[in-house]
């Protein structure tokens, strides 16, 4: 299959692009931000949102869903990254729905996914513990009592934890931290005594909460997979979010490029837009050209998604640290070409900068997946 | 899949005729550039097969195969050339025969050559019976191309052409060469230029090879002493040579990015270069820089290699490459440039070696491949000339 965008996918994009213009501009991020919103999102904006179909893009039709695949999904995820849409986007219309997808029972599926397609409910994957991403660093235990499993262990970085509904908590039933072996994934809901969750306030303003797990009660029928053999649910459940969430930062980066673009042909100085200048002009072009670089790797694998390829972990590592290095690079040099401006909080290019630093570091960033794809290479 | 039902007729028509007609030495990859097939009066068949291939391929019009039959094509659509693409990959084929006339002249010549040009230049380039070069570059005209001085002037039904090109990569083992000259005031810079077709057997061609810090000699100065040149060779009309040259230049950039790629499968992964320099115990290797900077070359070729299908999807499409071409071409010279470094690095004290003992045949590539690739940036325009189209044509910045 080729690569082009087809005319579907390009009405799904405009259909994206203008709700996230109208109901989730950038100042929508900022009305949030200083308003000191206690969920961080609007779910009333989410509700309009799944009214469209686009929380369930990936959802089967049986239940509610789109049934459409990764590379439609991909598209109306750049859209939410040009406009740094707030939403549960990537808790839950990717991390929650995936994973159910991958791992879910019949009934859990008939629980759960209506319910997220249609906007209700909110999930949310609590899996990382350390300063950084790594997947099988997992310290949380699942031991195994008279009355069923107890969860004890704490996580960070848990996206929309503090308004989610339930979580897919990763917690380790055999093995030793590092282990690949012996992880079970739990579906646990908020409510569960002893889980706790605190809100924390990141620099990029959008969602997450550190939880803490206090003997919380899970039964053999809340396990997302097989006992011990999570990593079966996980590996391809992070491999799918580092697509998307790099389909979201190539959205974001275009769009901090295309305003940097904007800022070389007006600003003037000397008497001549700056865009003029040669030292500035290459430096955009060279800019283009790592956007294009990056926006081809994330097409690639999307497709390599909806085609089930083999090589999708390899094309995983390399879009997830392609579109985070970029990120960062295209949003640095953003700041830096527009200027005194560009370091004020008027403008929104620093909003950007902030996102691509949690972007970056979500899953992985550029140094974890060249090591991953090293490994995954044989060197 | 967007192949109809014909097309799947066609594509076990050639299938069936690929298997039948390509030589089983052919279905080997190629060992080195030594292989490839370049055509003209000096051809060079390192394997007997070579020559074979060629013809049988030429016979069927399939080594230009969306040329025109009677130009020596097959007359196919882009799309069913692209079929007999993945089928000759689809079988490991060589490409039996690589040309700048077929990558660049043809496409030129297909939409602005006389009909009498067409049908007598592009039949035996479509054979590889003639070689051409490119005469652009000049001692005083090479980023700024449009300052080209070698003069052609009009006398009765014949050329007379004056100057010196330089950098004329293999013009040494060409038969013609198509060139940019001045054929109006100097003055007009731009506007005075022609598009025209030079045989280089002439009287008054002098070829001198020019030797590359990488110790070989592909290319030439080429000097013509009021040669004469018929009118008719003359492509479009006078002042159109410039629009003509440029157009070729974005076939050139496609090309040279698609070939681009063709050297990392054919030669030795860098892990095994690695394992074998850097020591090879099983696992992660332990100088983690390098294996870094291994790491984001072979990551940045997946992202070229997947620009470069995108790219040639929307061609396909029927959407012209336009000055994208430079980002193409950019970016993979580039990423060549460094990955012809990383070699030597990974090789240590054994990329060092010049000629003689103590050095295999392969180490003394790798340090000439890399000196050779410092061209990569310069060759088919600097990357800085690229930087600047790509700023001015691409993205709209001001001048
Ligand atoms: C291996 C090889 C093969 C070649 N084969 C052929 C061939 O077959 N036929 C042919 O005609 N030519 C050929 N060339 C010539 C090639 O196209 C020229 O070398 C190239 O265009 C650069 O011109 P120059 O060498 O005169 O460098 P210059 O133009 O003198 O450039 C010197 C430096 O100045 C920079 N520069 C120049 N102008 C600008 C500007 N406006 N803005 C910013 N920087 C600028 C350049 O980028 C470069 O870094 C070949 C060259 C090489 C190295």
């Known amino acids: ?379 | 899949m967007r192949i109809a039902e014909p097309d799947g007729h066609l594509r076990q028509h050639l299938r069936h005729w690929l298997e039948e007609n390509c030589p089983p030495a052919m279905r080997m990859p190629m060992a080195g550039e030594e292989d490839e097939v370049w055509g003209g009066t000096r051809a060079v068949f390192k394997h007997p097969d070579s020559r074979l291939w060629l013809e049988r391929m030429a016979s069927r019009g399939f080594t230009a195969p969306t040329w025109p039959v009677e130009c020596g094509g097959a007359g196919l659509s882009p799309a069913q050339a692209n079929i007999l693409e993945e089928e000759l990959r689809h079988l490991g084929c060589r490409p039996p025969l690589h040309s700048l006339g077929l990558w660049m002249l043809g496409p030129v010549l297909l939409r602005f050559g006389s009909e009498a040009q067409k049908r007598r230049h592009l039949p035996p380039i479509a054979r590889g019976a003639l070689r051409w070069c490119q005469g652009y570059s000049e001692p005083e005209a090479g980023s700024d191309l449009a300052g080209v001085r070698t003069r052609a002037v009009l006398d009765g039904d014949h050329y007379i052409v004056s100057g010196q090109k330089t950098w004329t990569s293999h013009a040494a083992v060409s038969d013609w060469m198509f060139c940019l000259v001045r054929t109006g005031a100097e003055s007009a810079r731009h506007e005075g230029l022609g598009f025209l077709l030079v045989d280089l057997s002439s009287p008054g061609v002098d070829i001198r090879p020019i030797r590359l810090i990488s110790g070989e000699s592909p290319f030439c100065e080429t000097f013509f002493d009021d040669v004469r040149v018929p009118a008719e060779n003359l492509v479009g009309q006078p002042g159109q040579g410039w629009k003509i040259a440029m157009s070729l230049l974005e076939h050139e950039r496609a090309w040279i990015s698609r070939l681009g790629d063709a050297d990392f499968t054919r030669e030795e992964p860098l892990a095994v270069l690695a394992r074998r320099y850097l020591g090879d115990e099983p696992g992660p290797l332990r100088d983690a820089v390098q294996r870094d900077r291994m790491a984001q070359v072979d990551m940045d070729r997946l992202c070229n290699a997947s620009a470069v299908r995108l790219a040639v999807e929307s061609m396909e499409a029927g959407h012209a490459l336009g000055p994208e071409s430079s980002v193409l071409k950019l970016q993979a010279m580039e990423l060549r440039q460094r990955w012809r470094e990383l070699k030597v690095e990974l090789a240590g004290f054994q990329g060092l070696g010049w000629e003689g003992p103590g050095f295999s045949a392969e180490e003394l590539r790798i340090t000439r491949d890399w000196l050779r690739s410092r061209a990569h940036s310069i060759e088919g325009g600097t990357s800085e000339i690229h930087l600047n189209i790509i700023a001015k044509r691409v993205l709209g910045l001001p001048d």
């Open chain 1, 1 to 379: 299959m080729g690569l082009l965008e087809t005319t579907e996918q390009e009405s799904l994009r405009e259909t994206a692009r203008r709700f996230m213009r109208e109901r989730m501009p950038l100042s929508h991020l900022r009305q949030l931000r200083d308003g000191r919103s206690s969920d961080g999102l609007s779910r009333e904006v989410w509700r309009e949102l799944a009214a469209l179909g686009l929380a369930g893009i990936t959802i089967p039709s049986r239940h509610g869903g789109m049934g459409l695949g990764w590379t439609e999904l991909g598209v109306v995820l750049e859209e939410c990254g040009r406009t740094l849409a707030p939403s549960p986007m990537m808790s839950t219309g990717v991390l929650g729905t995936t994973a159910l997808i991958l791992g879910g029972a019949p009934a859990q599926l008939r629980e759960w996914l209506p319910l997220i397609a249609s906007g209700e409910k909110l999930l949310s994957l609590a899996h990382d513990e350390g300063s950084r991403h790594a997947p099988y660093d997992v310290g949380t235990r699942a031991s195994l009592g008279p009355d069923g499993y107890r969860l004890q262990g704490e996580k960070v970085l848990v996206l929309d934890g503090h308004i989610a509904d339930a979580f897919i908590v990763v917690s380790r039933t055999s093995g030793s931290l590092g282990d690949r072996e012996g992880l079970t994934l739990f579906l646990v809901p908020a409510q569960a005594s002893g889980l706790h969750v605190t809100r924390t306030l990141l620099v990029d303003s959008r969602n997450a909460a550190r939880v803490r797990l206090d003997d919380v009660l899970a039964t053999p029928r809340d396990i997302l997979g097989t006992l011990d053999r999570g990593a079966e649910v996980l590996d391809p459940l992070l491999d799918r979010a580092r697509v998307a969430l790099s389909a979201e930062m190539l959205g974001s980066l275009s769009e901090v490029f295309e305003r940097t673009l904007a800022q070389l042909k007006t600003r003037r100085q000397f008497g001549a837009p700056i865009g003029s200048f040669q030292a500035l002009k290459h430096r955009a072009a060279r800019l283009h050209c790592e956007v294009t670089r990056t926006r081809a790797i994330v097409t690639e694998a999307q497709h390599a998604l909806d085609e089930d390829r083999a090589t999708v972990p390899l094309l995983a590592s390399a879009t997830k640290a392609k579109a985070s290095d970029t990120f960062l690079h295209v949003a640095n040099e953003a700041v830096q070409l527009h200027g005194g401006m560009g370091v004020t909080d008027a403008c929104d290019i620093g909003l950007f900068l902030k996102r691509a630093r949690v972007a970056a570091m979500t899953f992985g960033d550029g140094a974890f997946h060249r090591d991953r794809f090293a490994r995954l290479r044989g060197y």
